[in-house]
């Protein structure tokens, strides 16, 4: 699917208030339930000639029980703490992968010097060699000892340049020395950071598990449909912050154009709507949210940190007026959610667990900020 082409403002607005509109209404109604049942439709009087009947009582809900609206909201919350430890959990992952690479580097430049301190040991054991079977005294002092004015000088500039070699030698030795002794630190300090990521991953894997159990456990008592009820009740209230957010006029002044590596992104996004989340995927059947945004970059051209709160932190950011298709929108004040704009005020994004790749208005959760991979 191409960029979305921009349309008038007032145009888009009204298409996303129709869309949502439409969506409400053809919603269906909630089913019969003790917690969340529509009041009981009055029944007809009886004919005259039967006895008169009491009307059905009116179903009340249990006492303590939650509202369906009540419900939405713990549900979202629940996965919202599963996308922060997502995120947690993948930057845990991903600092352990580069560390493991520098370990490897590490053990490759070691492995090199050990051989540089066998060649070092090795000349300096022929230069030992060397000056025993000349009776304990290198040539050069042999030379430097001479009776002959021409064979002193001479010997004596073999002297000061042997001495060289050796101080050369011996400086060397030290200093490769040197270097194994900080690459056998610095490989130690990564190897505990890595160890301490693997228990954050762990941590984060455990917590994200249990999010998501508690809230599939909330939506599966659900009748069929009040399920139905629930995704209504989720997209009027996307509509309700969309509609709050336009009216600010946050978009007013945005008129920015997709670069061509933007409208890459954007194609790549939009055409892995349909498809699963799952934590911590990163396609092609599946996405987690930054996994869809890292991979739509990546696809057009540029690679970019993995998670939203990387992506935050080292991309560049823009205001709001600036913001083109294929700008990032990072959500939440922890930036546990990242969504691709695709432009006319809609984004395409990775909602949470038991929801797909879909787009959705820019002012539907609460907007931390905008930022630019390819600035």
């Not at 909630?30 to 009055?42: E, K, L, M, W």
């Not at 629940?78 to 922060?84: D, E, N, W």
């Not at 600010?248 to 933007?262: I, N, V, Y």
């Amino acid at each position: 699917m191409g960029t979305v082409k921009r349309a008038s403002r007032r145009h888009g607005a009204s298409t996303l208030t129709l869309l949502c509109a439409m969506a409400i209404l053809t919603a269906p109604a909630i089913a019969g339930g003790t917690a969340y049942a529509a009041p009981t439709a009055p029944v007809p009087p009886p004919a005259p000639s039967a006895p008169a009947t009491p009307p059905p009582a009116p179903v009340v809900p249990a006492p303590g029980a939650k509202s369906l609206e009540q419900i939405r909201k713990d549900i979202e919350g629940l996965y919202r703490q599963a996308g922060s430890a997502t995120d947690a959990y993948n930057l845990a992952e991903s600092e352990t992968k580069a560390q493991s690479e520098r370990i490897v580097e590490i053990a490759k430049l070691v492995v090199a010097g050990q051989d540089r301190i066998s060649g070092l040991k090795s000349r300096a054991g022929a230069a030992a060699r060397a000056q025993y079977r000349s009776g304990g005294l290198p040539p050069g002092a042999q030379l430097a000892l001479s009776d002959s004015p021409s064979q002193f000088l001479d010997g004596a500039n073999r002297l000061r340049q042997g001495e060289k070699a050796t101080t050369d030698l011996l400086s060397e030795l030290n200093r490769t020395q040197g270097d194994l002794e900080r690459y056998a630190k610095d490989a130690g300090a990564l190897w505990q950071k890595m160890e301490e990521n693997r228990a954050k991953q762990e941590a984060a894997k455990k917590e994200i598990e249990e999010k998501i159990k508690a809230a599939e456990e909330l939506e599966n008592k659900l009748e069929a449909e009040e399920k139905a009820r629930l995704l209504q009740l989720e997209q009027e209230a996307q509509y309700k912050a969309q509609t709050q957010w336009l009216s600010t006029g946050a978009l007013k002044d945005a008129k920015g154009s997709a670069t061509d590596a933007g409208k890459r992104a954007v194609q790549f996004a939009t055409a892995q709507i349909g498809k699963p989340y799952v934590w911590g995927a990163t396609g092609p059947g599946s996405y987690d949210c930054s996994g869809l945004t890292s991979q739509a970059w990546l696809a057009a051209g540029k690679g970019i940190p993995r998670t939203s709160q990387e992506q935050l932190r080292l991309l560049p950011k823009v205001a709001m007026k600036d913001i083109r298709p294929g700008d990032l929108i990072i959500y939440w004040d922890d930036a546990s959610h990242v969504a691709m704009y695709v432009g006319d005020g809609a984004m395409v994004h990775a909602p949470r667990p038991g929801r797909n790749v879909t787009m959705a208005g820019v002012g539907s959760m609460p907007i931390k900020a905008v930022v630019r991979p390819d600035a």
